[in-house]
């Protein structure tokens, strides 16, 4: 695994969306995984303003996401669908066909919405650079500590401290208590991953997932198993 520790949160972010244009601009029909959450929030915005001026070119870019709350509808305000639309695809030319997100929709059949997502991945060719973020318990996606490194996407139950995360940008509106979520397994198949993580509240999950012991109570761990992936620190993440 490549380190990379970047001075600060704006360089973090400047160093991820230089690797996925530069991916880009190598490939016009790249499967891209896309994470959501504040980490990759600088990223998008630097993708927006490399869009914007210099030419870049989604049209036909490739989209996964990586999760997904169950039980909102896409067009909730918090659901990821709305957090992409609202951060990335809004301002872009992604085609909106090319656009993957799993359906957590209220009634939603789960265990066939997580095999048909699994089939869209795998017709697409599979996922040449996929983006991570990392809980502070370490997750990955919303693998959460104790997932099997096997796994694949599925409707997982939220752990207390995601939900608990979960609680600040919903206030006073209902926590979601589950998820779908790619597989850890899923992940591990992408040809390359950069894990992004900054902030000193993640220093100790990086810490664990980097450089501790591959363990399924640290589900970042298995990307130590990986041949191809790339963490960008900030320093506060790194220390
Ligand atoms: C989001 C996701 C999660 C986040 C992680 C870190 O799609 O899969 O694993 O990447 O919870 O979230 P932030 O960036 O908000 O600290």
Not at 50 to 61: C, I, K, N, P, W
Request: no cysteine.
């Amino acid at each position: 695994m490549r380190v990379l520790v970047t001075a600060d949160y704006r360089t973090l972010s400047q160093t991820a969306a230089e690797l996925v244009i530069k991916a880009v601009r190598a490939k016009a029909d790249l499967t891209l995984g896309l994470p959501t959450g504040s980490t990759p929030l600088g990223m998008y915005e630097e993708l927006v303003t490399t869009y914007r001026h210099q030419h870049l070119d989604f049209s036909q870019l490739r989209t996964f996401n990586l999760d997904e709350y169950l039980g909102l509808s896409q067009d909730h305000p918090k659901s990821y669908h709305t957090y992409m639309r609202l951060h990335f695809f809004e301002y872009v030319n992604v085609s909106t066909a090319n656009i993957h997100i799993p359906d957590g929709s209220p009634g939603i059949d789960v265990d066939a919405e997580s095999a048909r997502y699994e089939t869209a991945i795998q017709q697409a060719g599979g996922i040449d650079l996929l983006i991570v973020g990392i809980g502070a318990n370490g997750h990955i996606a919303f693998n959460e500590p104790g997932s099997a490194f096997e796994s694949r996407t599925r409707a997982v139950d939220l752990a207390p401290e995601t939900i608990a995360n979960a609680r600040q940008h919903f206030r006073t509106e209902a926590v979601p208590l589950r998820a779908i979520t790619m597989g850890i397994g899923t992940i591990l198949e992408a040809r390359r991953i950069l894990l992004l993580a900054a902030g000193a509240s993640k220093a100790g999950a990086v810490e664990r997932a980097l450089r501790g012991p591959v363990s399924q109570s640290v589900p970042a761990s298995a990307l130590q198993l990986h041949p191809h992936v790339i963490a960008i620190l900030d320093e506060a993440a790194s220390r």
